[in-house]
């Protein structure tokens, strides 16, 4: 049996400190009955029919690899001019940078993703309006748990598949040779679209 993983100590309070710790499964069991009310609720009470699931499927998923891309990027590697905005930075991703190899802090803690799932949920209800938001955040939310997953598997398994091979080299550029290219983790397309692996 290996020597215990010494993580990178964040706060003083110790129940701060706990908050930044997660278990790998956390995810699935937070975001699975929520996924499964959202879809047994648009087919059994909004009576969506199954082509129009798999329109929501499609969008749902798609869209996600977008937001995981922006949100990697734009967010997680935010400009971090002032003091404030490096503690928050670092908070946020530059901690799992910091020690990439730390299996507690490979999926987001729940609070923060509830609060970014609450904000993003309200903006697709906007877009979408009521109705067609529950089946497409369903799906969304699949993406993001598809994201945890394959995230936990790139920083923790050798993978044996080519695409998982793939993957994990795409992610490892990331973090060992140049941090600001390679946003994408579940998938490098957006990286092809806008150019961004190198």
Same mark, same amino acid.
């Given at each position: ?11 003083? $309070? ?51 690899? &977008? ?17 404030? @905005?490096? @503690? ?17 802090? &490979? ?36 993406? +993001? &748990?598809? +994201?945890? +997953? ?7 398994? $050798? ?16 973090? +060992?040779? $140049? ?20």
């Amino acid at each position: 049996m290996g020597t215990p993983h010494k993580s990178i100590r964040v706060f003083e $309070n110790p129940i701060l400190e706990r908050f930044t710790h997660v278990h790998p499964l956390t995810p699935l069991v937070l975001w699975t009955p929520i996924i499964a009310w959202l879809l047994w609720h648009s087919v059994r009470v909004l009576e969506f029919g199954w082509l129009e699931l798999l329109g929501f499927a499609v969008a749902g998923l798609f869209t996600w690899t &977008l937001t995981e891309y922006l949100v990697h990027r734009f967010i997680f590697h935010m400009k971090t001019g002032t003091a404030f @905005r490096k @503690r928050l930075q670092f908070l946020m991703h530059g901690l799992h940078h910091a020690d990439p190899t730390d299996p507690t802090r &490979l999926v987001m803690p729940p609070m923060a993703a509830m609060i970014l799932a609450g904000v993003l949920f309200l903006f697709f209800r906007t877009v979408l309006g009521g109705q067609a938001v529950q089946p497409f955040f369903a799906f969304f939310l699949i993406g +993001y &748990l598809c +994201y945890d +997953y394959i995230h936990c598997a790139i920083h923790s398994l $050798n993978p044996r598949f080519s695409i998982g091979k793939s993957l994990k080299r795409h992610h490892m550029l990331h973090h +060992y040779v $140049n941090a600001a290219s390679r946003w994408g983790v579940s998938s490098p397309l957006w990286d092809h679209v806008f150019d961004t692996l190198d």
